[in-house]
C-alpha cells in the first residue's frame, strides 16, 4: 500500500556528487521522519542522515559537511545531496519513512529497495 522508490544512484570518481531521490506513494495520511541509511558489503546498515516534517536534519559524523538531506513535505519526497564523495561512501543506499496510512493507524517503518552508490579511486 505504500512504496518508496529510490533513484539517482550510479558510479562516481572520489571528490564527486551525486543526488539520491525517494518519492513515497500510495496510501500515505501523515510522514513523520524520512531519511538514508546504507550498507556496504559485510558491513550493518547504517544511518547516513534523517530529517523531520519541519526540517531538523541530522547526520552521521562521516558524512558531516559533505552530505545534505532535504525534503519537499507537498511532494513526500526526500533527498540526500551527497558531495565530496570518498571510496567509502560506497554502499547500497536505503530511503526510510516514519509513515502514518489513516488517521487511526499506527506509525510504521516503509522502506526502499536501495541504490547501489559507488566511488572509484
Known amino acids: 500500500q505504500v512504496q518508496l522508490v529510490e533513484s539517482g544512484g550510479g558510479l562516481v570518481q572520489a571528490g564527486g556528487s551525486l543526488r539520491l531521490s525517494c518519492a513515497a506513494s500510495?496510501?500515505?495520511?501523515?510522514?513523520?521522519?524520512m531519511g538514508w541509511y546504507r550498507q556496504a558489503p559485510g558491513e550493518q546498515r547504517e544511518l547516513v542522515a534523517a530529517?523531520?516534517?519541519?526540517?531538523?536534519?541530522r547526520y552521521a559524523d562521516s558524512v558531516k559537511g559533505r552530505f545534505t538531506i532535504s525534503r519537499n513535505n507537498a511532494k513526500n519526497t526526500v533527498y540526500l545531496r551527497m558531495d565530496s564523495l570518498k571510496p567509502e561512501d560506497t554502499a547500497v543506499y536505503y530511503c526510510t519513512a516514519h509513515i502514518k496510512t489513516t488517521i487511526y493507524s499506527g506509525w510504521d517503518d516503509y522502506w526502499g529497495q536501495g541504490t547501489q552508490v559507488t566511488v572509484s579511486s
Open positions: 530529517i523531520t516534517g519541519s526540517g531538523s536534519a
Open positions: 500510495g496510501r500515505i495520511f501523515s510522514i513523520n521522519v
